[in-house]
């Protein structure tokens, strides 16, 4: 099959083939008919994920067909339209029996504890616990956007961060989680302060349902900007980018006992930012964590896609060719990319 496939990190990859992978007795292989590129992939590439043993193939944000089903598969069959979360829970260990699939003691992450999914097709694991299938109504392209940044910004809206309708919520950063969350949370009935360094994504920020915009480059203090908006501080606040900065603003601009939650990754040298501890006690704050979403938790969120209340489609920003995507995933850094970008393979 063709792939996306580097050898070392920070090395450019390249388009080569490489062997069709084979399902284990309880996994399939599915046929690829779209994929994210997630910031997640460019951090996988940089060398920042321990899970990754060289050489590679990136891409966890996926959605296709089932073409290839292990012995032990009971829940699905050949010709499946599906998708599934990044992690995908074992099903046996203490988080799995608890319903915390996505925080599993062995997880499998298609694209970092093994190959993923910019290549012609992929191996997953765990499929009966993790696969999600796909309603007829669902284009490949939506739901391989769902993957990552959606599942992961509901999540960390409806579940973690309890949004209320009429609260203030504040989302710092305005990609793909950042866009996410605005739509969802505005959904839920909440008033939207989406932060960002640039223009168009805030525009497409209110696109999104967005009720104020801060462009944190013009604002001499985002901290004080978000609380005169709100009225005295975010009942809710997202970091959706990862950065120290953007941390802290999002747990100082909080209301008392506001929720921060946290969904950008923090890793290599942002691993242990700097938070405001001060205020974390005196105002009772809370500091809440967000790593995707397990698959039984799917069905609301499809309903509201179904019903037309949540839009994911609106969220995609381009699609690439598997030639492409080498080139996009080196320069995700830069943060130029408007809304998500799908990988047709």
């Keep these: 099959m063709r792939a996306v496939y580097y050898e070392a990190f920070k090395q450019t990859p390249v388009v080569t083939t490489v062997p069709d992978p084979t399902p284990s007795l309880t996994g399939v292989v599915v046929k690829v008919e779209a994929t994210g590129l997630c910031r997640s992939d460019w951090h996988g590439w940089m060398g920042h994920d321990p899970d990754i043993h060289l050489p590679h193939v990136p891409g966890h944000e996926l959605a296709g067909t089932i073409v290839a089903a292990g012995r032990d598969i009971k829940n699905f069959k050949l010709g499946d339209r599906v998708t599934v979360p990044f992690v995908a829970g074992c099903g046996h260990c203490h988080e799995c029996h608890t319903g915390h699939h996505h ?63 009429g609260e203030w919520v504040a989302v710092h950063g305005c990609g793909g989680v950042g866009l996410s969350a605005t739509m969802i ?120 896609i179904g019903a037309g209340t949540l839009k994911p489609e609106k969220l995609i920003g381009g699609r690439l060719s598997l030639e492409q995507a080498p080139a996009a995933l080196v320069n995700m850094d830069s943060f130029g990319a408007q809304g998500i970008n799908i990988i047709i393979p």
């Design 185 to 304: 949370a505005a959904a839920m009935g909440a008033r939207v302060v989406a932060i960002d360094l640039t223009d168009d994504k805030l525009a497409l920020a209110r696109e999104m349902g967005a009720a104020v915009t801060l462009n944190a480059s013009a604002t001499p203090n985002v901290i004080e900007a978000v609380r005169a908006v709100t009225g005295g501080g975010a009942s809710l606040s997202i970091d959706a980018l990862g950065h120290p900065s953007t941390c802290f603003n999002s747990i100082a601009n909080l209301r008392r006992r506001g929720r921060h939650v946290q969904v950008g990754l923090m890793l290599d040298t942002h691993a242990h930012a700097k938070i405001p501890m001060d205020q974390v006690i005196s105002r009772e704050l809370e500091i809440l964590g967000s790593h995707g979403m397990q698959a039984f938790r799917y069905g609301p969120m499809l309903a509201m």
């Design 103 to 165: 925080i599993c003691e062995n997880q499998f992450q298609p694209g970092f504890t093994a190959w993923g999914s910019f290549a012609e097709y992929v191996a997953l694991e765990y499929a009966d616990t993790n696969l999600v299938r796909l309603p007829d109504s669902m284009d490949y392209a939506t739901a391989a956007s769902l993957g990552c940044r959606f599942v992961t910004a509901f999540r960390a809206v409806v579940n973690q961060g309890r949004c209320a309708p």
